[in-house]
Structure formats: C-alpha cells, structure tokens
Nanobody
Framework: QVKLVEAGGGQVQTGESLSLSCVAS????????MGWYRQVPGKQRELVAT???????NYGDNVDGRFTISRDRGVNTVYLQMNNLKVEDAAIYYC?????????WGPGTQVTVSS
C-alpha cells in the first residue's frame, strides 16, 4: 500500500517563503510523476506543479514563477519551494504520485498566508 506523507506546512506572512516535502513509501515501484495540488474550501483542487523522474515539470497557472518543484533522484520524494507567498496561496496542499497507473494522495498540509 503506497502512502504519501507531506511535511512543511505552516503559517507565514505575505512575501515570505515556505518549503514542503513529501515522501512516498510502501510501493516497490517508482512513483512517477509526483507533484502538488492545492485546495481551498468550496473550490476544486488545482494543480500547483508536477515533476517526472526525468525532470519534466508542469506548473499551474497560479504559480507565476514563484514556486519550484524538485525531486530526489531515484527516491520517491518531492519538494516544493514557495517564494513570495500571497494571501491567495493559502490552501491545503496535497502531495500526489502516480504508481502503476494509480494516483495516490497524501492527507494534505495546511499553508496559511496572512497579510
């Protein structure tokens, strides 16, 4: 059973930075791609960024070049560096990963941004 666990959420002020990490465990196969989505109450979950093991990235329109996704080579781990955070970035951030055609999700980590 694949399990994804996020870490690094918290509360910051506008303009500050925050880093998230996610580790996938329990599967004897590569989790690819891995990435991040976010969701606020009453809205659909939206793409933040994904990254394949070969380094191909896909960012959501909401990123504006402020976020950077990265992965450890050969390890089912993904990171998200978030800079110049805005109030509208506040959400629950979910780690996701695809393994053998199945999409797995972490429980989410709260990011709060105050002005």
């Amino acid at each position: 059973q694949v399990k994804l666990v996020e870490a690094g959420g918290g509360q910051v002020q506008t303009g500050e930075s925050l880093s998230l990490s996610c580790v996938a465990s329990g599967g004897a196969f590569a989790i690819n791609p891995m990435g991040w989505y976010r969701q606020v109450p009453g809205k659909q979950r939206e793409l933040v960024a994904t990254m394949t093991m070969s380094g191909v990235t896909n960012y959501g329109d909401n990123v504006d070049g402020r976020f950077t996704i990265s992965r450890d080579r050969g390890v089912n781990t993904v990171y998200l560096q978030m800079n110049n955070l805005k109030v509208e970035d506040a959400a629950i951030y979910y780690c996701m990963g695809v393994g053998r055609g199945i999409t797995y999700w972490g429980p989410g980590t709260q990011v709060t941004v105050s002005s």
